[in-house]
């Protein structure tokens, strides 16, 4: 079982910068891979980036590529989501997600379907 919980949310205003984190529990976190989701109000839940288990490869959602940056503390069981020119349309709750031996790939295409583990989400908004 591992439990993930987000934390790093809140308000900020366009162009700026916020890192969301995601702590694990378990001592298995190094077998799984990790990723970010979101869902704005009134829409469906979409990828935003992942980490593979092993090998370091990462993937993002086309939207954020250059400006978010996934990274992971395997040490501290630890997930991240750097957050830079932020954007009104990244309103969103974020939901860090874990995928048992996964590549950043497979996460992205799986849209989230089948993913073992959900956090409850953050909420980031983005003012204009």
């Known amino acids: 079982q591992v439990q993930l919980v987000e934390s790093g949310g809140g308000l900020v205003q366009a162009g700026d910068s916020l890192r969301l984190s995601c702590a694990a529990s378990g001592r298995t976190f190094s077998t799984y891979a990790m990723g970010w989701f979101r869902q704005a109000p009134g829409k469906e839940r979409e990828f935003v980036a992942a980490f593979s288990w092993s090998g370091g490869s990462t993937y993002y959602t086309d939207s954020v590529k250059g400006r978010f940056t996934i990274s992971r503390d395997n040490a501290k069981n630890t997930v991240y989501l750097q957050m830079n020119s932020l954007k009104p349309e990244d309103t969103a709750v974020y939901y860090c997600?874990?995928?048992?031996?996964?590549?950043?790939?497979?996460?992205?295409?799986?849209?989230?379907?089948?993913?073992?583990?959900w956090g409850k989400g953050t909420l980031v908004t983005v003012a204009s």
């Open positions: 997600a874990a995928d048992f031996k996964a590549t950043a790939q497979a996460m992205a295409l799986r849209r989230g379907y089948g993913i073992d583990y």
